[in-house]
């Protein structure tokens, strides 16, 4: 069945270092949004990307596709407290409302 | 302000009891949603409506019914049928463009537990 992998599921990075986060799509699919979802919050969205394009940024966060390998990263530049959170990476194919979403990284930044 | 509205945000459920969990958006989006996220998992399609009076079984959809009477509206019901309900329940909408995926944006969710 269609499936995202995240990786980590957890990451600890120190205040003003970068964090990482990747995912996996196995189906055909040409949206990548990512979103944050604070405790007791509803996700929000904070960037997406299309497969068209290979990188998007956003202030401190960008997003990169390498669409051949259906691989896309997250990357936050100078963390700071306020970005820990959980990040969930999702995954849509065109013509479809479906979305594959990964299981979710918990970023823990720490000051 | 614009957004969608999750009620209640704490919800008990007694053994044999069906429930309903309200969903409002006034966002004027054609297309609204309903996930069911579990701890250390993504979020999993209960339901989905691109147009009034029409909706669509996600993948979980076993034990739950909604409906689409109004655009603004899509409330989420769940039946004595669902064997293990205790969940974090999630609303979402989006524009429908037809063509191009476009974003979701989500409610702040209902704590859904069992008595």
């Keep these: 069945g269609e499936n995202v992998e995240q990786h980590p599921s957890t990451l600890s990075v120190q205040e003003g270092d970068s964090a990482v986060i990747k995912c996996t799509s196995d189906s055909a699919s040409n949206y990548f949004p990512w979103y944050k979802q604070e405790l007791g919050k509803g996700p929000q969205l904070i960037i997406d990307i299309r497969s068209n394009v290979g990188e998007k940024k956003d202030q401190r966060i960008a997003v990169t596709l390498n669409k051949t390998a259906k691989h896309f990263s997250l990357h936050i530049t100078e963390t700071q407290p306020e970005d820990s959170a959980v990040y969930f990476c999702a995954a849509s194919g065109t013509g479809t409302y479906k979305y594959i979403f990964g299981t979710g990284t918990r970023l823990k930044v720490l000051a | ?115």
């Design chain 2, 1 to 115: 302000d614009g957004g969608i509205t999750q009620s209640p945000k704490y919800l008990f459920r007694k053994e044999g009891q069906n429930v309903t969990l309200s969903c409002e958006q006034n966002l004027n989006h054609d297309a609204m949603y309903w996930y069911r996220q579990d701890p250390g998992q993504g979020l999993r399609l209960i339901y989905y409506s691109q147009i009034v009076n029409d909706f669509q079984k996600g993948d979980i959809a076993e034990g739950y019914s909604v409906s689409r009477e109004k655009k603004e509206s899509f409330p989420l019901t769940v039946t004595s049928a669902q064997k293990n309900p205790t969940a974090f329940y999630l609303c979402a909408s989006s524009i429908q463009t037809g063509h191009h995926n476009q974003p979701q944006h989500f409610g702040d969710g209902t704590r859904l537990s069992i008595l």
